[in-house]
């Protein structure tokens, strides 16, 4: 029985995507088993004072930490992180990273496949670029029929919050 190219490109995102995830969090876990505080050192240099808590004003060191987040895991609000409600945030922090990465990487599978699925297109070189959900198309076509036929497929892929069609008609 043949599989569409559509259809393996699904399957093997989905491997891909299972397998990174698993792997991420396996990575995680074996560390607190195993005793050792993945955040020490960079705890560490982010409290100035020493006084093992971290105050607001010493976090923003760290800018991929936001105000809300620093309140959010300041579980027993004293205006401080522990460092275990640091090592919270910041396992919390990377998995959202993780999954964003996946998310796009996933439409941009899901986009390719598309495009290969479609029998004009699919001997054309289209360059597809995903960033939270926004899909940069590029590259060359012979006429504008397949440029506006590629961001039509493209727009009704799941996951897709835009498209930005930078195809370029040569002909």
């Given at each position: 029985?043949?599989?569409?190219?559509?259809?393996?490109?699904?399957i093997?995102?989905?491997?891909?995507?299972?397998?990174?995830?698993?792997?991420a969090?396996?990575?995680?876990?074996?560390?607190?088993?195993?005793?050792v505080?993945?955040?020490?050192?960079?705890?560490?240099?982010?409290?100035?004072?020493?006084?093992?808590?971290l105050?607001?004003?010493?976090?923003?060191?760290?800018?991929?930490?936001k105000?809300k987040?620093?309140?959010a895991?300041?579980?027993?609000?004293?205006?401080?992180?522990?460092?275990e409600?640091?090592?919270?945030?910041?396992?919390?922090?990377?998995?959202?990273?993780?999954k964003?990465?996946m998310?796009?990487s996933?439409?941009?599978?899901?986009?390719?496949?598309?495009?290969?699925?479609?029998?004009?297109?699919?001997?054309?070189?289209?360059?597809?670029?995903?960033h939270?959900?926004?899909v940069?198309?590029?590259?060359?076509?012979?006429?504008?029929?397949?440029?506006?036929?590629?961001e039509?497929?493209?727009?009704?892929?799941?996951?897709?919050?835009?498209?930005?069609?930078?195809?370029?008609?040569?002909?």
């Amino acid at each position: 029985m043949s599989m569409s190219k559509y259809k393996q490109a699904i399957i093997f995102g989905s491997l891909l995507a299972t397998t990174i995830t698993v792997n991420a969090f396996a990575f995680d876990l074996d560390e607190v088993q195993n005793g050792v505080q993945p955040y020490q050192e960079e705890f560490k240099a982010l409290d100035k004072n020493s006084n093992s808590t971290l105050t607001w004003a010493e976090i923003q060191q760290d800018k991929n930490v936001k105000k809300k987040d620093f309140k959010a895991f300041d579980h027993d609000n004293d205006g401080t992180l522990s460092y275990e409600e640091f090592a919270e945030l910041k396992t919390q922090t990377s998995q959202k990273a993780i999954k964003g990465a996946m998310s796009d990487s996933w439409i941009t599978t899901k986009v390719k496949a598309k495009l290969l699925e479609e029998e004009s297109l699919k001997s054309l070189k289209i360059s597809v670029e995903t960033h939270k959900g926004e899909v940069l198309l590029s590259g060359f076509v012979g006429d504008a029929s397949l440029k506006a036929k590629a961001e039509e497929l493209v727009t009704g892929v799941e996951g897709v919050k835009s498209v930005k069609n930078a195809i370029v008609v040569k002909g």
